[in-house]
């Protein structure tokens, strides 16, 4: 028997997992436990698992297809983990609020973080539950919003003047905008697997309501962004070094916050492919 133990942490998200060392693979008692916590708690924290690019996209590939990001550098021997290197890569378009790649048709399910070097303080993550937020509205707005479709759109959180400064970068941001144009989701979304109903735009990639004003889209996604962030919504993670997050992508925000400059933080995300938000 597993000796795998949930532990909650917030009320809205988070738990604590133990018991389990997700740098071995893992047997159908403890994927399915882990499962059923996400699908719970939103995202999930592991402590000191010293876990490499082919563990992590392991542990990732139990629950689905993982995704390779266009603009991010990725481990060369591993693709589908990517590097968020503060030494290499602009990543100030983590410190905003954000759910990842809704620029996509299939936003990603979810994404395996994992800390590999750390700055002496600050860099701190936050996570927002979208389905707390949509639950606390008030029965009027959500008739509004239910059945409405807002904008993602790549270029929100990749403008050319930060990722087009070679013509490498250019080459690489210009065909990546190509690919993805903006597309519209639901404001509102039904988790897949357990019917909740979540908040889905975000300050990150939402650039309007289709179906409103351009001032009406403004105001509401304005009230939006800062209802779904507020704090009895949200949990906020301390980093140490070899832990792991993993949240589910479909009913969350996230925020890396960028605190700690000059000092260097490095952490390897893999993400994995979802399905069509309804």
Do not use: C
């Given at each position: ?38 699908l ?12 490499n690019?082919q ?26 983990v ?47 539950s ?123 925000q ?25």
């Open positions: 028997m597993s000796s795998l133990t949930v532990t909650p942490i917030s009320t809205a998200l988070g738990a604590l997992i133990s018991g389990v060392d997700i740098t071995q693979p893992l047997n159908p008692e403890e994927r399915d436990a882990i499962e059923q916590a996400l719970k708690h939103s995202v999930l924290f592991f402590r000191d698992q010293a876990i690019p563990q992590q996209a392991r542990f990732a590939a139990n629950f689905g297809d993982l995704h390779i990001h266009p603009i991010y550098p990725n481990v060369p021997e591993q693709p589908e990517l590097i968020l290197d503060t030494a290499v890569t602009d990543v100030r378009d983590n410190a905003v609020w954000h759910t990842d790649v809704t620029f996509l048709p299939t936003p990603a399910l979810g994404a395996v973080l994992s800390a590999k070097l750390l700055p002496a303080f600050g860099g701190d993550t936050l996570w927002a979208g389905i707390a937020a949509y639950e606390a509205l008030s029965e009027p707005l959500k008739r509004l919003l239910d059945g409405l479709t807002a904008t993602h759109d790549f270029t929100k959180s990749f403008p050319l003047e930060r990722f087009g400064n070679t013509a490498e970068d250019f080459a690489r941001w210009d065909e990546t905008r190509k690919k993805n144009p903006p597309l519209s989701h639901p404001v509102v979304r039904t988790h897949p697997v357990s019917g909740r109903k979540s908040l889905f735009v975000s300050d990150g990639f939402t650039t309007r309501i289709n179906e409103l004003e351009p001032a009406e889209s403004e105001a509401i996604l304005k009230l939006l962004f800062a209802h779904a962030t507020r704090p009895e919504f949200t949990i906020r993670w301390r980093w140490q070094e070899n832990d792991v997050a993993f949240w589910d992508n479909r009913v969350t996230h925020y890396a916050v960028d605190d700690y400059r000059p000092q260097r933080r490095v952490m390897h995300r893999a993400t994995i492919l979802g399905d069509v938000p309804f």
